[in-house]
């Protein structure tokens, strides 16, 4: 296995996001994650895995929403970015899922929206946490291992973040 430029891009997403999925606060979070998914779908795209680029773009733009949309307001948005998510995902399936490995992809995106809309960190990264299981099944079926070892660095990221972060807090407060 060698080393290529498309894999510098992997390379920049995995950093943000462990950094991310490790850090203290739903905004850090949120930034890293939209970072991390930009990143992961410019390689997707480069090794024609379509179906897995769009889902990192959904992934992004949701992550865009929330950071765009003040706390207060994250409550109206709701259905909003839910509904936008499912259309986006149903309408990537319909154009560009060739066999069933490709709507795994989508599925995550859904799953991680879900733990995206609530303010308390622990949800979130328990949302990222189920949402990596379909990826690692997309990543293994399109042979992109080295997308795979990204999946698993990401979990140990989120076992940490939950571990460091999660342990004694009493209330999470939307920050």
Known sequence: MTFSAIDILLLVSAMFGVYGLSANGRRRILSCKFFCDVFFALYLYFLGGYTGTMSAGIAALGALIQ???????????????????????????????RNLTDIYPFISVVVSRFGELSSRTLIIRAGFLTACIPWMIY???????LA??????MVIALLTGIVRNERNVKKDQVL
Not at 82 to 91: E, P, R, W
Not at 139 to 145: I, L
Not at 148 to 153: A, R, S, T
Request: hydrophobic share 55%; aromatic share 14%.
């Open 67 to 97: 950071l765009a949309s003040p706390d207060k307001y994250l409550g109206k948005t709701l259905k909003i970015r839910i509904i936008l998510a499912v259309v986006l995902s149903i309408a990537g399936i319909a154009v560009l899922a």
């Open 139 to 145: 990543n293994y079926s399109n042979e992109f291992y």
């Open 148 to 153: 795979l070892g990204f999946n698993f660095l």
